[in-house]
């Protein structure tokens, strides 16, 4: 088991840049990145393994986002460039061998 605590969160224009934080409380390997809009199904948005091999399960998302890991921390990011108002959501880190989640972070994009 490992506790997952996500951050970087917040309102933004569109255009904009944020940066997620998800940091363990232990070692981790492969993590993931999931966004949830009330009334829709969590999706996954991208993944990356120990070894930092990336993928982006969301076209939509791919030239924007990086996913990327610092595994002396603990710690996996989201950084996310050129947002738009569909991307507001609820995103949440997941670590994918123990199957933990955040308690999720807000992410909004209004002008």
């Known amino acids: 088991q490992v506790r997952l605590v996500e951050s970087g969160g917040g309102l933004v224009q569109p255009g904009g840049s944020l940066r997620l934080s998800c940091a363990a409380s232990g070692r981790i390997f492969s993590m993931a990145w999931y966004r949830q809009v009330p009334g829709k199904e969590r999706e996954l948005v991208a993944t990356?393994?120990?070894?930092?091999?990336?993928?982006y399960a969301d076209s939509s998302v791919k030239g924007r986002f990086t996913i990327s890991r610092d595994n002396a921390r603990n710690t996996v990011y989201l950084q996310m460039n050129s947002m738009k108002p569909e991307d507001t959501a609820i995103y949440y880190c997941?670590?994918?061998?123990?199957?933990?989640w955040g308690q999720g972070t807000q992410v909004t994009v209004s002008s």
């Open positions: 997941r670590s994918i061998n123990t199957n933990n």
């Open positions: 990356i393994t120990s070894s930092g091999i990336t993928n």
